[in-house]
């Protein structure tokens, strides 16, 4: 069974802030990579399809789907696990979650659905300012 990773994009205001904050950590290969230091145990179920969902101002707004998870040295020498996703931004059906510190594992089942996938999600215009989604949002109207 899939499962994913959740994890809070503090000081982010919405998806592009997020892009734009994630090209300096781009790999060679061309994916981005996000650093935290427990290694996940269920690494099959991850591998397995799932997805980095980020959570923006409160609101699971965004995924990326991971393409690797590996441990390797921090510059001091410590063990840190190196989470890589592919570049691409999937925006979600906006879903409230309340904050916590470093990742939590997220089910199929409880994973917002994509915006344009047709299963339940509501379709945003690209163009819509990033303030008048998150008031949307807010509101519980998208």
Request: glycine share 8%; hydrophobic share 35%; net charge positive.
């Amino acid at each position: 069974m899939t499962l994913h990773l959740i994890k809070l994009a503090v000081g982010i205001d919405d998806i592009d802030h997020l892009a734009r904050r994630q090209k300096q950590y781009r790999l060679k290969n061309g994916n981005f990579r996000m650093r935290t230091r427990m290694m996940p145990k269920r690494l099959d179920e991850l591998l397995d399809g799932g997805s980095l969902y980020w959570v923006i101002r409160r609101f699971i707004q965004v995924r990326q789907p991971i393409v690797a998870v590996r441990e390797e040295p921090d510059d001091q020498g410590r063990p840190q696990c190196i989470v890589e996703v592919e570049p691409r931004h999937i925006e979600t059906s906006a879903q409230p979650c309340r904050p916590f510190q470093g990742w939590r594992y997220l089910k199929s089942d409880a994973a917002p659905p994509d915006v344009r996938s047709g299963t339940g999600g509501v379709y945003i215009d690209p163009k819509m300012p990033p303030a008048m989604k998150l008031e949307l949002r807010r509101l519980g109207l998208i």
